[in-house]
């Protein structure tokens, strides 16, 4: 089964920046090609959030609004990991982030993943989650 694991998290300064890690394991007859990762996010009292989606397999990435410019989205094939470049960090970035899987089976194709990719209930796997914290 596939299983993510989430790192890179912890306290900064707002202005500053963070890198996030998922590594992807557990593929049997698939590979890293085979699904999308998303990254989501969870603040304290609302909603768990899709910030950044990527499709390894072609390179195509998507950003919610108010991460777009600031987060970059990238992959590492040989090491199967994605990444969350995070820059410019501001308070409102605080959360618990999470790195989760969806299968390539699920969202077809990426013109159809671009339309679906923040809905978190669409994703199978998920990984454990990493707290990020920004001090203003």
């Known amino acids: 089964d596939v299983q993510l694991q989430a790192s890179g998290g912890g306290l900064v300064q707002a202005g500053e920046s963070l890198r996030l890690s998922c590594t992807i394991s557990?593929?049997?007859?698939?590979?890293?090609?085979?699904?999308?990762i998303g990254w989501f996010r969870q603040a304290p009292g609302k909603e768990r959030e899709g910030i950044s989606c990527i499709n390894p397999d072609d390179g195509a990435t998507f950003y919610r609004g108010s991460v777009e410019g600031r987060f970059t989205a990238s992959s590492d094939k040989a090491k199967n990991t994605v990444f969350l470049q995070m820059a410019n960090l501001n308070p409102d970035d605080t959360a618990v982030y999470y790195c989760a899987a969806i299968s390539r089976l699920l969202y077809g194709n990426t013109r159809h993943l671009k339309s679906t990719w923040k809905n978190s209930n669409r994703y199978d796997w998920w990984g454990q989650g990493t707290q990020v914290t920004v001090s203003s």
């Open positions: 557990g593929f049997t007859f698939d590979s890293l090609d085979d699904y999308a």
